[in-house]
């Protein structure tokens, strides 16, 4: 079974309660979520293994630490998974990026793929999946699907806040798939939102409705 992470520093869970307000303005909730994403990002990577390299300071020869030449993928759905994504780079900013675009079906309620662009090396890479919420899991999951059809094996995904049967539905369908969330909340609402969530984020990041 995969793991899931609950990334509860201080400042991401500081940050997270403002990110949570509803009064809390555009710009404001633009940047908060930038800024976790970069703190979340600490965390993803922690377990990027290391190789030892022998450099020159200015005093003598040290013995240091560099990652071992593992590339990394990152992987917004689209469009609130965008919100996140310079976030992350800050901090990676070597990582190359692919987008996927999902929206559901009004008819059948499930993930419909519009758009795909990955890097041309994607199986290669180490690859993050970026999403805020993670509410039915059914973009996760679609979005999981799309990547091991094309011989993707190395997957991640961060969330900011999870429902537990999203976290449920993406460990029933990927095993092998990490999950690192900022909050796992208390359930979703009958219209499919987390409760108490932040309500939807692809608005609130880009002031629509």
């Known amino acids: ?8 520093h201080p400042l991401i869970q500081h940050k997270l309660t403002y990110i949570r307000d509803v009064n809390t303005k555009t710009k404001d909730f ?10 979340m ?6 377990e990027i293994p290391l190789e030892g390299i022998t450099v020159q300071t200015p005093v003598a020869e040290a013995e240091c630490k560099m990652i071992s030449g593992r590339m990394l993928g990152l992987i917004p759905i689209l469009r609130a998974g965008l919100g996140m994504l310079d976030g992350v780079l800050k901090l990676l900013p070597s990582a190359e990026v692919g987008h996927i675009g999902l ?7 499930q993930p419909v793929e519009y758009y795909l662009k990955l890097p ?4 290669e890479r180490e690859l993050i ?8 899991g059914g973009s996760a999951n679609a979005c999981i699907d799309s990547l091991k059809r094309r011989g993707c094996t190395q997957i991640k995904l961060m969330c900011l806040i999870a429902a537990p049967e999203g976290i449920k539905a993406v460990q029933e369908a990927h095993d092998d ?15 499919g939102y987390i409760v108490p969530g932040l309500g939807d984020a692809g608005d609130r990041l880009y002031g629509t409705k």
């Open 129 to 136: 999946v970026i999403d805020p919420m993670l509410a039915t």
């Open 41 to 46: 990002a600490y965390e993803i990577t922690r």
């Open 103 to 109: 929206y559901r079906d009004p008819e059948t309620l």
């Open 1 to 8: 079974m995969s793991k899931v992470v609950i990334c509860d």
């Open 120 to 123: 041309t090396d994607v199986t």
């Open 177 to 191: 798939v990490d999950i690192y969330v900022a909050a796992i909340d208390e359930k979703l609402d009958e219209h």
């Open 30 to 39: 633009r940047q908060l979520v930038d800024e976790v994403a970069t703190l």
